[in-house]
């Protein structure tokens, strides 16, 4: 079960859910065929001379290094939630040290949006939540970040018409 569904309140329902961009993957898997590749034709040719045996623990020795790379990329793209709900918006990053931000939507004053060229080709860019009377808490690799942030917006407007219209009757 997920951070975020583990840590609904009662009443809470998520609208929103979205995790880190596959971009993050990218260096990871970089450095995987700089280890993976050499790996692989030492056990090839290990594998078909008699005077290269030795080639074969040193291939897999590369690949096993490619193979915890990808691993450790994938678990950080894994471990990752962005979470909007009808209360709250929640965020969690880490594998094994985590950072959480949880933030009741009445108490946002806004969310930035920060992409460079890069990110806007790509699709991802920097998310800051900004609380009152806190700090502002910026996310990185944050995939399509303007809907992030018009999802948040939305949630604010219905949040806010609800209050409104009950204090109408």
Request: proline share 4%.
């Amino acid at each position: 079960m997920s951070y975020v569904d583990q840590n609904l309140i009662s009443g809470e329902s998520v609208y929103y859910r979205t995790g880190l961009h596959w971009s993050v993957l990218l260096w990871p898997c970089l450095f995987a065929a700089f280890f993976g590749l050499p790996g692989t034709m030492f056990i090839i040719v290990g594998a078909f001379s008699k005077d290269a045996s030795g080639m074969v623990p040193v291939g897999l020795l590369g690949i096993f290094i490619a193979a915890v790379l990808v691993g450790l990329g994938v678990l950080r793209r894994a471990s990752a939630e962005f979470a909007i709900t009808n209360k709250r918006v929640i965020i969690k990053v880490g594998i094994i040290k985590h950072r959480t931000a949880e933030m009741f939507l009445n108490k946002i004053e806004s969310v930035g949006v920060e992409q460079g060229l890069l990110g806007r080709m790509l699709g991802y860019g920097a998310i800051t939540v900004r609380g009152t009377g806190g700090t502002p808490e910026p996310f990185n690799r944050v995939p399509h970040p303007l809907e992030f942030r018009r999802q948040v917006q939305e949630q604010i407007d219905r949040m806010s018409s609800a209050a409104a219209a009950a204090t109408a009757r």
